[in-house]
């Protein structure tokens, strides 16, 4: 076997890389190298891909999404004040190497290959590329990935999303009558409010978003990142592509009133999850945030029979929508022995509040009690 570095996937036939990432859209050729070709996540943006691709023959027999980061923008878990200790004492944090989606804190594989055999080779090989600078951090990899880099050396750090499972529910309405009173009637409510406020939504998927779509959620978009004083992650050329190479998985939510569009919500699926990514709005119109980005995807899911939506970093609000606390994980493995103490020492404070926060939100879960 041979183990390659790539600095860009042009480098890789579409073909044998979609076979190992399968039908994870975040994990896809196309998704992955419309981030680097329209300057989202490239070099200039302080991503600077590293992709790993392990070769069998010319077979491609495992790949692993890398890249050298000159900050730590986009990324979801938080190792700023790992950097500042870093400078604190003179030493070099960044350039660090990262095995994530860029700008998406969603969990899937990060060892793209059949066998772990090949995953331990891809985890050996992005470690030896990590001894140049000064560290390795894999984002939210699946549970079995993380045993196999934990096995490697790397710590863990544990985190908390919200995540809605679909308990085979027949329809929005059954949905409901499974949350407590007080849940249900809140979420009828911001409902209510929505359609008397005179808006309509209606969802589009795939082919269905046209150009001026793509154009209007952009702006939509571009406008949520400048409502907080920050500079959007993607662009127009990105979203297009998005459009054009995966049509299949993309779904969009659009808001209209008095025949125009005044908001807009970007969802990204497969036969298994949804994926709520990207939201803004031109207008403001009370509880449209979570008709938008919530009830309408969710309403996606059971008529398509999805099991899981995942809605992102954060977000104590989502729990009353029915959203329950998911662990996740990331596997950090820092070069600098006494540093690297030193954080496991803190991860594992960290984990025990995570145990108490976990716990704390199940007992505010709005479910109906048996």
């Known amino acids: 076997m041979r183990l390659q570095v790539l600095e860009s996937l042009a480098d890789v036939p579409a073909g044998a890389w979609n076979a190992l990432a399968g039908t994870h859209p975040f994990l896809r050729h196309e998704f992955l190298h419309a981030l680097h070709e329209t300057g989202c996540a490239a070099p200039r943006s302080?991503?600077?891909?590293?992709?790993?691709?392990?070769?069998?023959?010319?077979?491609?027999?495992?790949?692993?999404?890398?890249?050298?980061?000159?900050?730590?923008?986009?990324?979801?878990?938080f190792d700023w004040a790992w950097a500042d200790a870093y400078q604190r004492h003179g030493l070099e944090y960044y350039p660090k190497l990262l095995s994530?989606?860029?700008?998406?804190?969603?969990?899937?594989?990060?060892?793209?290959?059949?066998?772990?055999?090949?995953?331990?080779?891809?985890?050996?090989?992005?470690?030896?590329?990590?001894r140049e600078v000064s560290s390795l951090h894999v984002l939210f990899p699946l549970d079995e990935e993380a045993a196999l880099l934990e096995d490697a050396g790397l710590m863990r750090r544990r985190g908390v999303q919200f995540h809605w499972e679909n308990r085979d529910y027949a329809s929005f309405d059954a949905f409901l009558a499974a949350l407590s009173h007080d849940k249900r009637k809140k979420i009828k409510q911001e409902r209510r409010r929505v359609r008397e406020a005179g808006v309509t939504l209606q969802r589009k998927v795939g082919e269905a978003i046209t150009d001026d779509d793509w154009k209007f959620f952009t702006r939509c978009y571009t406008l949520t990142y400048r409502a907080h004083m920050s500079s959007p992650y993607l662009n127009l050329a990105f979203f297009r592509r998005l459009g054009a190479t995966l049509p299949?998985?993309?779904?969009?939510?659009?808001?209209?009133?008095?025949?125009?569009?005044?908001?807009?919500?970007?969802?990204?699926?497969?036969e298994a999850v949804l994926y709520g990514r990207y939201w803004g709005a031109v207008e403001h119109v009370p509880?449209?945030?979570?008709?938008?980005?919530?009830?309408?995807?969710?309403?996606?899911?059971?008529?398509?029979?999805?099991?899981?939506?995942e809605g992102g970093a954060q977000g104590e609000h989502k729990l009353a929508r029915g959203f329950m606390p998911t662990e996740t994980s990331s596997m950090h493995w820092l070069a600098h022995p006494q540093f690297a103490d030193a954080v496991e020492r803190f991860l594992e404070r960290e984990s025990e509040g995570i145990d108490r926060y976990v716990?704390?939100?199940?007992?505010?879960?709005?479910?109906?009690?048996a």
């Open 100 to 130: 994530a989606v860029p700008f998406t804190p969603a969990t899937g594989p990060r060892l793209l290959a059949e066998d772990d055999d090949a995953r331990r080779t891809l985890i050996a090989g992005a470690l030896s590329v990590a």
């Open 248 to 270: 299949e998985h993309v779904l969009m939510v659009i808001a209209e009133r008095d025949g125009a569009p005044i908001a807009a919500a970007l969802n990204v699926f497969n």
């Open 46 to 77: 302080g991503w600077a891909p590293q992709f790993l691709a392990l070769w069998r023959g010319r077979t491609l027999a495992g790949a692993m999404p890398l890249y050298l980061k000159g900050h730590s923008y986009g990324e979801y878990v």
């Open 287 to 309: 509880m449209l945030h979570f008709e938008a980005c919530y009830y309408q995807a969710l309403e996606f899911c059971i008529e398509r029979g999805i099991g899981l939506f």
């Open 359 to 369: 716990d704390e939100l199940n007992e505010h879960a709005p479910y109906r009690r």
